[in-house]
């Protein structure tokens, strides 16, 4: 179990004062907001470097092609707004401003999936890695907690290209107690087991890590993969595990369908294997307004209930 | 390469491109006539008449000024004054909407050199437009950014959160120009969602507002020049302009948004273009066909039966 101490689990408290320190480092950074500074813990930057922070109110689709513009003119520019809205409000911008002109934008979507908690279904972002992970040119990223929060903000500092960097408002747990290796394509074991394989990205690792101690208590092992890199995805890793354990279960803070749930189907599917795979998630419905804890529960999204199924299955 | 004609020469080249335009449409069978048409003479005072500082032989370089076609569909008019420019060989043309073409029917900055950004879904432009002028500012950088706008295109909402933002970051290193031709695809842009008084929108979101006869070579350059000197406010020109103008059977009407010619009516669309060219006290316009060769150009002109 990681060390939770000291260590922030909320984002925009790792990624703010990290963007200062790259925006020292690399010159060419931009941040552009959406009326969302104090979600994305961009004040300090928009203080610190005055002339390189864009505010575009709120008019995300107007942000996202104008950062297209930035970008085309040499600026690594790191765009939000909630989830829903940076995907969905402005798709098109997104799509063509962005991945079509291969402009180096990070698309930043906030508060992602349940972690939107109260706000309800309007802000609770449930398909936004299934729009993203469908545009050409585009990769879709999650961090597992906030030092793996820090890994991929360092890389996209220096990654050129379209991204869809999704964040929660906040992690449930640490996973890492340190800033692990990041690269996009590539997953990272966590846990080695050979009865099943719990595949799983942002808030969902830690919970599929807590799973994997209840299984152990009922005599299974169960290995649990970290997939930051939801596109592109680590099909080498999943392959591996599904011919190796035979079971293969997902667990995202996001709709099953159009996931991580459907992305390791497609490499499950596509490579001929016959392991059988469960896809824990968002159910397709949009969120409701209740707290983290009780949308978690409602959807099947607790290390108990992740357990039970696993045990159901295997028996 | 600030390129820069007197009026005389300036009509001229107007003339030669839209004669190059015409057939290169004609020859390919495709294309969008009406807006494309509309837009020479912008087009043609920004490349040709001093304004736009931009080099043929370093398309990339980071101090060129930009320009943004948002209402991409007018990509021919482009096309042929970048291969007039040198950008790439004038044989080019030929290929223009051919499959998988280096010249597709909406501007792709991947494919063809000297296009700044890759546009067709409208709106979207005008923002690629303001963040380049932004980034201009950022880097306390010299080049402009122009943008192309048609005002069907000012019907979408993103045009006016992209203006809301130049006023507020003061870009007057960004010159926007209305291609305003009142029509649409399915008819007149009054009828369809009427803009109401555009001088006043766009003041009301605190531009600098020119406007002028968009056929007019001279009141466009005089305008682009009063624009180049509005400080502290991004610049618009809503260009009044005629729709397929220079042939008599395309122009006002809205079917000529994205038709394809017939054979006849592209004989006669270049005949027409003959004649004015000669009314302007020009010989011979065929000599400045860029593309094509004798034989070519005769089966165009109906001048040889196949």
């Known amino acids: ?235 080498e890793a999943i392959i591996k595990a599904a011919a190796q354990t035979g079971l293969i279960v997902t667990i995202e803070n996001h709709s099953t369908v159009g996931g991580l749930g459907s992305a390791a ?46 045990s159901s299955c295997l028996r | 390469m600030n390129e820069k004609l007197e009026f005389g020469m300036l009509r001229k080249k107007a003339e030669e491109l839209r004669y190059n335009l015409i057939a290169m449409m004609d020859y390919a069978g495709s294309g969008h006539p009406g807006g494309s048409l509309s837009s020479v003479e912008i087009l043609t005072a920004i490349y040709y008449g001093g304004f736009l500082n931009a080099d043929a032989n370093d398309p990339q370089n980071p101090a060129r000024d930009r320009l943004i076609m948002s209402k991409g569909h007018a990509s021919p008019t482009q096309y042929v004054i970048l291969a007039d420019k040198g950008y790439y060989p004038k044989e080019t043309l030929k290929v223009f909407d051919v499959d998988n073409s280096m010249l597709p029917k909406h501007c792709n900055r991947k494919l063809t050199p000297g296009i700044d950004a890759s546009t067709g879904a409208l709106g979207q432009g005008m923002s690629m437009a303001v963040g380049m002028a932004m980034a201009g500012k950022m880097d306390d950088a010299s080049y402009k950014t122009y943008c192309l706008l048609g005002d069907g295109e000012c019907q979408s909402g993103e045009i006016w959160e992209a203006a809301m933002s130049a006023a507020k970051y003061k870009l007057d290193n960004l010159q926007v120009i209305v291609d305003n031709n009142g029509l649409q695809i399915d008819g007149r842009s009054d009828d369809i969602m009427p803009l109401g008084d555009q001088r006043a929108k766009w003041e009301a979101f605190g531009w600098n507002v020119e406007t002028c006869n968009g056929h007019s070579l001279e009141e466009i350059s005089a305008a682009l020049e009063r624009m180049g000197k509005a400080a502290d406010k991004p610049s618009v020109l809503i260009a009044d302009t005629i729709k397929g103008k220079g042939v008599s059977f395309m122009e006002n009407d809205a079917d000529w948004h994205s038709r394809k010619m017939t054979k006849d009516e592209g004989v006669q669309a270049l005949a027409e273009i003959t004649e004015s060219y000669k009314a302007y006290g020009f010989e011979n316009i065929e000599a400045s066909i860029m593309f094509l060769d004798e034989k070519e150009l005769a089966q165009l002109t109906g001048k040889e039966s196949v």
Do not use: W
Request: charged residues 20%; proline residues 3%.
């Open chain 1, 1 to 235: 179990m990681a060390d939770t101490k000291g260590r922030s689990l909320v984002s925009k408290d790792i990624f703010g004062p990290l963007m200062v320190e790259l925006g020292h480092q690399y010159p060419n950074i931009v941040v552009c907001d959406t009326d969302l500074m104090r979600c994305f813990g961009t004040k300090g930057f928009m203080k610190e470097f005055p002339k390189r922070h864009i505010n575009f109110g709120i008019a995300e689709q107007n942000c996202m092609a104008a950062s297209a513009g930035m970008a085309l003119c040499g600026k690594n520019v790191f765009s939000s707004s909630f989830a829903n809205f940076a995907t969905k409000r402005a798709c098109d911008q997104v799509s063509i401003s962005v991945c079509y002109n291969h402009a180096n934008v990070k698309v930043c979507g906030l508060y992602a999936g349940l972690t939107a908690e109260k706000n309800g279904g309007t802000h609770i972002g449930v398909e936004d890695v299934a729009i993203m992970r469908s545009f050409p040119d585009m990769a879709v990223v999650e961090a597992a907690d906030t030092y793996e929060l820090e890994a991929i903000t360092r890389y996209m500092a220096e990654y050129d290209g379209p991204v869809y960097f999704r964040q929660p408002k906040m992690y449930l747990r640490n996973v890492y107690d340190s800033v692990p290796s990041f690269e996009l394509g590539r997953s990272v074991e966590l846990k080695n087991g050979r009865d099943v394989t719990l595949i799983a990205c942002g808030i969902a690792t830690g919970i599929a890590l807590d799973a994997a101690d209840v299984l152990k208590e009922n005599g299974i092992e169960a290995r649990v993969i970290n997939m930051p890199s939801i596109k592109p995805i680590d099909a």
């Open chain 1, 265 to 310: 189907a497609e490499v499950l599917a596509e490579n001929g294997s016959d392991a059988k795979l469960i896809r824990m998630g968002i159910k397709d419905h949009f969120g409701v307004t209740a707290s983290l804890a009780y949308q978690l529960k409602q959807n099947g999204l607790t290390k108990e209930i992740i357990a039970g199924e696993i």
